[in-house]
């Protein structure tokens, strides 16, 4: 198996359809006024969660994060907070994870799946809480002033985002174990085939970008 190909193919791959569910779902969501962050989240910590066991290195999810975000700039108008709640869960995900998995081997012990759960819980939470705030103080969006509006998104959509966490990083380490196992024995004509869906799930991502400019 050529790790580096797999890494950089599944790079591609996973961020284009993190971003894609970005823009499907989240323009979905917002036409039928549902509350779409814990949603979207709970996709972004599959994708993170699975990237991560491929690639277990300080800044790859930060990296997976900003292939998803990047769809967004090329949408009109480009929202600042979209883009920057991509990648603050991205960075506290890394940081986290970095954290973990240098201590795991500082005992010499391996990533655990108790471990990845309640970290991928704590990163989703901890995203929440963060964000709001920085939406509102740092980015200064008039949105975030409305009554109710941030305390709803921290404590309500987050505590619900952080349940959504724990089955979607366990969907996250069963795909990637799968994936891991399977790509041994791929045969060119198959890495072929992945090849293509990496740079075809980008190509999407950036027609379905372009298609929602308004």
């Known amino acids: 198996m050529n790790s580096k190909r797999l890494i950089v193919l599944s790079l591609v791959l996973f961020g284009s359809l993190w971003g894609l569910s970005e823009l499907g779902l989240g323009e979905m969501a917002l036409s039928r006024s549902i509350p779409r962050a814990p949603i979207l989240t709970a996709i972004g910590i599959i994708f993170l969660v699975l990237a991560r066991r491929l690639w277990a290195t300080p ?103 952080t349940v959504l966490a724990i089955p979607a990083a366990w969907a996250g380490l069963t795909i990637a174990r799968k994936l891991l196992l399977a790509s041994e024995r791929w045969t060119d004509a198959r890495w072929a085939v992945y090849r293509v869906a990496a740079v075809g799930s980008g190509v999407a991502g950036v027609a379905a970008a372009l298609a929602l400019r308004y």
């Open 59 to 161: 800044g790859s999810s930060l990296s997976l994060a900003a292939i998803a975000g990047a769809f967004k700039f090329l949408q009109h108008p480009v929202w600042g907070c979209k883009i920057a709640a991509v990648l603050m869960v991205g960075a506290i995900f890394d940081i986290a994870f970095s954290m973990y998995e240098a201590r795991q081997t500082r005992r010499a012990e391996s990533v655990s799946v108790g471990g990845v759960l309640a970290i991928s819980a704590f990163v989703t939470f901890a995203s929440f809480i963060a964000f709001g705030p920085f939406a509102k103080y740092v980015l200064l969006n008039p949105y975030w002033s409305i009554a109710g509006k941030m305390n709803d998104y921290m404590f309500v959509q987050g505590a619900i985002a």
